[in-house]
């Protein structure tokens, strides 16, 4: 279950992020007084798809999914949140309500810091607003970069590359309990639960990998590569 936690100072906090090294200590001190930290247990929602944007969200810990879902109620996950991300950046500028969904898929502390504040603070700093605008780019390249990767492969470069994603950019080695489940892989790449575990089976035979429950070991990083790079 969710719950307050007893806030940090954000002038000393180890997550910092890069973007509030431009501000001075008065607008820190701003910030600090208008946060929220708050846990999430693995599983629990941040904030819903339609719901009102009133809060900056900065990731301290943890990993998140963002996800929407179509009138048929099938959902695609668009993007994984990761330690000093800033999971709302997507919509908070161009929209009065999020456009996608954010929940936790592991233990995951959150920063809540009042839209307003940062707004302020965005008009009375303008190197502070060219960094958030910068951040908000790349996250938008990010997102369209992870998409025109997954699109332009087969099931098996797909498959390739979450795993590739996970040893790389999240856990920094190959081996690593997946934190999503093979209906979540199949979400996030457009594929069928099914075929996620046929291609996953398939990988443990040709020893690309091993599996033990939600224990992935790859096992050989360099032939999984290629799997990805041909698609």
């Not at 719950?3 to 100072?9: A, P």
């Amino acid at each position: 279950m969710s719950r307050i936690l007893d806030t940090s100072n954000c002038t000393y906090c180890a997550y910092r992020s890069w973007a509030f090294n431009k501000l001075d200590q008065a607008s820190m001190e701003k910030i600090d007084a208008h946060k929220t930290e708050v846990f999430y247990e693995k599983g629990e929602a941040i904030c819903h798809e339609g719901q009102e944007i009133n809060s900056f969200l900065y990731l301290r810990k943890g990993l998140v999914k963002l996800l929407t879902t179509e009138k048929n109620e099938k959902q695609h996950i668009i993007s994984i949140g990761k330690p000093l991300d800033f999971i709302g950046l997507l919509s908070i500028f161009s929209n009065r309500h999020h456009i996608y969904s954010i929940t936790a898929i592991e233990d995951s502390v959150v920063c809540f810091v009042d839209l307003a504040v940062i707004k302020e603070l965005m008009r009375q700093n303008g190197e502070f607003a060219l960094d958030f605008l910068e951040k908000s780019s790349r996250v938008a390249d990010e997102v369209l970069n992870t998409r025109i990767s997954i699109n332009t492969k087969q099931l098996r470069g797909r498959i390739a590359y979450i795993l590739l994603f996970f040893a790389d950019h999240i856990y920094n080695r190959h081996e690593f309990e997946l934190p999503i489940s093979r209906k979540e892989m199949a979400q996030l790449i457009d594929m069928s639960t099914e075929n996620v575990i046929r291609i996953l089976s398939e990988f443990r035979k040709d020893k690309i990998i091993e599996i033990e429950g939600k224990l992935i070991r790859i096992l050989d990083a360099g032939k999984l590569q290629r799997v990805y790079d041909l698609g």
